[in-house]
């Protein structure tokens, strides 16, 4: 989960619709 975060918030587009879910754990999103 820890990578998928990683790799969402480093695109913050592809990945952003599976991101949500785990943002809330890291917030990484902002």
Same mark, same amino acid.
């Given at each position: *989960? *820890? =990578?998928?975060?990683? @790799?969402? &918030?480093? =695109?913050? &587009?592809?990945?952003?619709e599976? @991101?949500?879910?785990?943002?809330?754990? +890291? +917030? =990484?999103?902002?």
């Amino acid at each position: *989960l *820890l =990578k998928q975060q990683g @790799v969402g &918030a480093s =695109k913050g &587009a592809p990945t952003n619709e599976e @991101v949500p879910p785990l943002l809330p754990m +890291g +917030g =990484k999103i902002e």
